[in-house]
């Protein structure tokens, strides 16, 4: 009897182990933060500070280059995206996102992008991870294969992640569909120009490690282009603040006759 009553016993402990250890296990996989995430989360606010302004200027001069040359390129780093997305996303474009996805972070890896993000469902906070492979099939398109997605470290199914986002991005003028290719999601995102600056064309979109490459074409003689919605007036006004300069005049030189315009010509 007191044999059968220890194995009783263990069995039920065993149950009772196995019932509370795997909604353990469940709930430790879903909130698992990848190092990668938490490295990116934890960069000290003086450094995002640096990179977010560094990442404006470039947009600037993307925007400047876009009006001005008949083919443009530009370069950014993975770390000065996370830093504009850290430091002036929550505080300009806050309403950009859904309001249960908080901190998103990217990673650019060879030919690849991981796209992090907090997302706050059912009581349970998890980090979703997305792998994708990016390509431009045509001028201003963008194709993104999803080729994983996790919450944690869980798979997860694409229709629970992608169809809120995709009806989000949609009410605010976004043009992006997804459908499936050989098994893996597929993101479609389209740009369309005014109709006076069709010339505006993306046409490479390469991926190295740490950095992302837009390269394109236009043709200025069209005219001024409707300028992005990011970065805003309000965004450079806070990121570059205006300074009161004091210009002092230095003594006024005669300039002998023969060299005014030698001295005030451009240099070659």
């Known amino acids: 009897m007191l044999k059968m009553l220890i194995k009783r016993l263990i069995k039920t402990g065993t149950f009772l182990g196995v019932c509370v250890s795997i909604p ?24 995002r500070e640096i990179k977010a302004k560094h990442f404006v200027a470039q947009s600037l001069q993307l925007r400047n280059d876009i009006c001005n040359e008949p083919s443009w390129e530009a370069v950014f780093s993975d770390q000065e995206v996370n830093a504009w997305l850290a430091e ?23 030919n690849r992008v991981i796209l992090a993000f907090q997302l706050e469902k059912g009581g349970i ?14 001028g201003n398109t963008v194709e993104l294969t999803l080729e994983k997605i996790r919450a944690g470290i869980l798979p997860v199914p694409a229709d629970n992640v992608l ?11 976004v043009d992006v569909q997804w459908w499936r290719r050989d098994g893996y999601p597929v993101v479609v995102l389209r740009y369309t120009p005014n109709l006076s600056r069709e010339d505006v064309q993306l046409e490479e979109l390469d991926i190295r490690n740490g950095q992302i490459r837009l390269a394109g074409h236009s043709d200025r003689t069209k005219g001024a282009f409707d300028p992005p919605r990011l970065p805003s007036r309000k965004v450079l006004q806070s990121t570059f603040p205006r300074r009161n300069v004091q210009v002092v005049e230095p003594p006024f030189e005669s300039v002998p006759e023969g060299d005014r315009y030698r001295s005030t010509s451009p240099t070659s």
């Open 24 to 47: 353990s296990a469940i709930w430790f996989s879903l909130t698992y933060q990848p190092s990668y995430y938490r490295a990116m989360v934890r960069l000290p606010h003086e450094q």
């Open 88 to 110: 002036d996303l929550v505080t300009h474009f806050a309403d950009q996102l859904p309001p249960e996805i908080h901190d998103p972070r990217v990673l650019f890896e060879m």
């Open 125 to 138: 906070q998890s980090v979703i991870s997305v792998v994708a492979r990016p390509r431009v099939p045509e």
């Open 163 to 173: 169809d809120r986002i995709i009806d989000h991005a949609r009410r605010h003028g």
